[in-house]
Nanobody, 119 residues
Framework: VQLQASGGGLVQAGGSLRLSCAASGSIFSVNNIGWYRQTPGKQREWVAAVTTVGITDYVDSVKGRFTIYGDNAKNTVYLQMNSLKPEDTAVYYC??????????????WGQGTQVTVSS
C-alpha cells in the first residue's frame, strides 16, 4: 500500500500549512497512521499519530500547534500545522505505525513533502 504525502511549501514563521497523506486503498480504518519529519543529517523523528478510532498523540514540540485527523471517505490523513516555526522545517512523511507505544513505522517509506518555514 502506498502513502503519498503532499501539501508542503514555503511559509513564514507563524503561518499555517495543511499536509495530506493519501492512500492507494482503504487502509486508514485498519491502520494507525503517523507523520514523521527529517532534516539533513538527522534521524527521522515522529511528529503526530492517529489511531483507527481517532485517538491522537503528538511529540511535545508540536503540541497545541499541530492537529492530525483522518477522512476515511477520502482515504486521507491530514496534518494541520499552525504557528509554524523555523525549526519545523523538514521533509515530512506519513506512514503506517506498527507499534503504537514506540511509534515504530513500517519499513517502507513513500515520497515526502518539503516544509520550509522562514524567519
Amino acid at each position: 500500500v502506498q502513502l503519498q504525502a503532499s501539501g508542503g511549501g514555503l511559509v513564514q514563521a507563524g503561518g499555517s500549512l495543511r499536509l495530506s497523506c493519501a492512500a492507494s486503498g482503504s487502509i486508514f480504518s485498519v491502520n494507525n497512521i503517523g507523520w514523521y519529519r527529517q532534516t539533513p543529517g538527522k534521524q527521522r523523528e515522529w511528529v503526530a499519530a492517529v489511531t483507527t478510532v481517532g485517538i491522537t498523540d503528538y511529540v511535545d514540540s508540536v503540541k497545541g500547534r499541530f492537529t492530525i485527523y483522518g477522512d476515511n471517505a477520502k482515504n486521507t490523513v491530514y496534518l494541520q500545522m499552525n504557528s509554524l516555526k523555523p525549526e519545523d522545517t523538514a521533509v515530512y512523511y506519513c506512514n503506517i505505525i506498527f507499534a503504537w507505544r514506540s511509534k515504530r513505522p513500517r519499513d517502507y517509506w513513500g515520497q515526502g513533502t518539503q516544509v520550509t518555514v522562514s524567519s
